[in-house]
């Protein structure tokens, strides 16, 4: 008789342990999946994408034709990839179960203020978080509250590469940096709206290690990698370029020649007050104009002013 009720009570316990771990299991995943969707609270399953479709005709077409969806359908190569809709929406049992509706079902929408930016930006984590996004978390656009899909667009083509959220990468970025657009039209600008430069060329819109999401560490570095001639080092360095060249020029546009932000006399005289010839515009000793300031002014006799390799260009005369 004992042994039989010992026996009936391994076997509760075996049951209860069991019915533990199975619990436990899909519980601890619904958790996970609630930090990225909120979807999983409301107990939602995953239907398939095939039962979207069905009522989501118009939407599937435009979507199929993008990168991502052509690689979920032929290609998936992990559980996330292989939920179609259900990987970016969440679990759609619900929303089916409800006939469909907006806000209903507890899908994620990415409509704006239906979920926080960080839920949104979450979904699309899941899958980017490296690359290029490694520095996403703390950063400027991050911080500002400004989510994957302000540059994204997604459920369709609407850019021919990168999915951008506008035609090209240069309207995605104007939607918000409207000065950005008037500075390049400036009379001295880099070829960007001439199409040879993008944003992109210099900056990671997801945010980098460098100031103000630079690609590169400094902004010497960043202008230096396309303007090798001007890395040095140099025999004779000119203290202010070595610092930093936005002493001197601005990147994204100026009416001043050669992206200055100052025109040169004045530039120049900001730092050199004094110096053993003068100038300022009339030579003091007469009424002549003063050579040193008209045309190019000081350049004109200072043309190595990025520094000089010559051994007697210390005055960057050569
Ligand atoms: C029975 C038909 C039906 C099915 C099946 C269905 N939906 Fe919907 N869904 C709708 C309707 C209707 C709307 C509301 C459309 C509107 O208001 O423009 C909707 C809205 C949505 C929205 C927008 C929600 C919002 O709050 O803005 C998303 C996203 C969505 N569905 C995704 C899905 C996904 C993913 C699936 C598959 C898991 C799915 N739907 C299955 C009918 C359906
Ligand atoms: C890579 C993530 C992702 C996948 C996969 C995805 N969607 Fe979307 N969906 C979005 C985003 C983001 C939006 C918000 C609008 C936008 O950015 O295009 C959206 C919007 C929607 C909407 C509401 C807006 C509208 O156009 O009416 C519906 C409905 C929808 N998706 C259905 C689907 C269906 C059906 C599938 C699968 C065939 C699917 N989505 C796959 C991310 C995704
Ligand atoms: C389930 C995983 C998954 C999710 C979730 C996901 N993506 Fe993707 N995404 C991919 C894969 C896979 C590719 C194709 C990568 C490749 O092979 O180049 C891709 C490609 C892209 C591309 C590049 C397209 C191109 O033409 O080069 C962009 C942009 C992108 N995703 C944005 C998003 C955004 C925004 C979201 C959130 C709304 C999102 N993705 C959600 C897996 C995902
Ligand atoms: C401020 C605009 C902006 C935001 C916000 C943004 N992106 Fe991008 N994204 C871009 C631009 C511009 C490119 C093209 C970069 C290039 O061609 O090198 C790009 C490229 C990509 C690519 C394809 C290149 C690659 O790295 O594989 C993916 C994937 C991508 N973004 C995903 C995301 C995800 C996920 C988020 C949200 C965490 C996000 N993006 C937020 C502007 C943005
Ligand atoms: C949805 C709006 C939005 C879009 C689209 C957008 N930005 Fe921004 N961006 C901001 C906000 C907000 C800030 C932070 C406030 C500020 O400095 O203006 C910012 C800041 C920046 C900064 C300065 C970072 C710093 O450290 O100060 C750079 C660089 C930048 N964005 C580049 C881009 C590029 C490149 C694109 C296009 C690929 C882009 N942004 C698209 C809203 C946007
Ligand atoms: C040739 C390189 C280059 C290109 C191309 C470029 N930037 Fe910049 N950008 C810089 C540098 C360098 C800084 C830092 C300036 C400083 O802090 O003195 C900067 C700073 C910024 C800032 C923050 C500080 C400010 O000036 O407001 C924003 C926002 C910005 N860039 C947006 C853009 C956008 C949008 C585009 C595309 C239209 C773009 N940039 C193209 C080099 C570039
Ligand atoms: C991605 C490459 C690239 C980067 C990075 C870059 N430039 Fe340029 N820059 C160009 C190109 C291309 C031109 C057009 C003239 C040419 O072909 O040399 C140009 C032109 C200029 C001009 C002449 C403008 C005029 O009005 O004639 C100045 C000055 C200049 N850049 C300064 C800088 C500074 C300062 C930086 C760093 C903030 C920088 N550049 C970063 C590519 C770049
Ligand atoms: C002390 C001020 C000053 C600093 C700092 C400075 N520049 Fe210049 N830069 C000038 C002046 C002045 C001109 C115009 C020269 C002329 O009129 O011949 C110029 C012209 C240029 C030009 C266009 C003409 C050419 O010679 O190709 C480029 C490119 C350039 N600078 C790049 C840079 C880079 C890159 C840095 C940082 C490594 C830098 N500059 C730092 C003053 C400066
Ligand atoms: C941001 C400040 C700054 C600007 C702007 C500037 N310089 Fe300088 N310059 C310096 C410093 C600092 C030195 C090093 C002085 C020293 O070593 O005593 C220097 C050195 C020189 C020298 C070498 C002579 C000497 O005393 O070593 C000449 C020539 C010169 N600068 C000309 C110019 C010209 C021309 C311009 C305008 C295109 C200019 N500088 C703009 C800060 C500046
Ligand atoms: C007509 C040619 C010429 C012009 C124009 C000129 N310089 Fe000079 N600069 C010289 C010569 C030559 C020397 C060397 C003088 C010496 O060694 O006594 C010199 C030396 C200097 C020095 C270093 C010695 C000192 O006096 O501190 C500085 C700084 C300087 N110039 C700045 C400028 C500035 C700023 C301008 C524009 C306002 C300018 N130069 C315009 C020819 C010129």
């Known amino acids: ?110 409509r704006k203020g239906a979920e926080s930016a960080k839920q949104q930006t979450a979904v699309c984590q899941k899958c980017h978080e490296k690359g290029q996004r490694v520095y996403w978390e703390g950063g400027p656009h991050e911080g500002a509250g400004v989510t994957c899909t302000n540059c994204h667009k997604v459920m369709e083509n609407v850019s021919d590469k990168r999915n951008f959220a506008k035609e090209t990468e240069l309207e995605t970025c104007f939607q918000c940096h409207a000065l950005k657009k008037a500075q390049l039209q400036r009379s001295s600008h880099m070829p960007v709206r001439e199409g040879k430069l993008v944003c992109t060329s210099c900056h990671n819109p997801h945010n980098s290690q460098g100031p103000r999401q630079l690609k590169q560490n400094t902004i010497n570095d960043n202008c230096v990698s396309c303007h090798t001639e001007r890395r040095g080092p140099f025999l004779w360095e000119h203290p202010p370029v070595v610092e930093n060249c936005g002493n001197c020029h601005t990147p994204h546009g100026s009416t001043n020649p050669f992206l200055l932000k100052v025109r040169v006399p004045r530039l120049c005289q900001e730092c050199h007050n004094y110096s053993r010839h003068p100038s300022q515009p009339y030579d003091p000793s007469g009424s002549t104009a003063n050579t040193r300031v008209l045309g190019r002014g000081c350049v004109q006799c200072h043309p190595q002013i990025h520094g000089s390799n010559h051994p007697s260009g210390s005055m960057f005369h050569r």
Do not use: W
């Not at 019915?19 to 999946?33: C, F, K, L, N, W």
């Open 1 to 110: 008789m004992g042994g039989c009720r010992r026996d009936l009570l391994l076997a509760v316990f075996a049951v209860a342990l069991i019915s533990i771990v199975v619990t436990y299991t899909p519980a601890a995943q619904g958790a996970t999946a609630s930090t990225n969707s909120g979807a999983a609270a409301s107990g939602a399953t995953y239907v398939g994408s095939d039962i979207c479709q069905g009522c989501h005709q118009e939407q599937t077409a435009k979507y199929a034709k993008t990168k991502m969806a052509k690689v979920f359908a032929s290609a998936a190569r992990t559980p996330a990839e292989k939920q179609g809709c259900e990987g970016c929406h969440g679990p759609g049992s619900k929303h089916v179960e409800a006939g469909g509706g907006k806000g209903v079902g507890g899908l994620v929408s990415f």
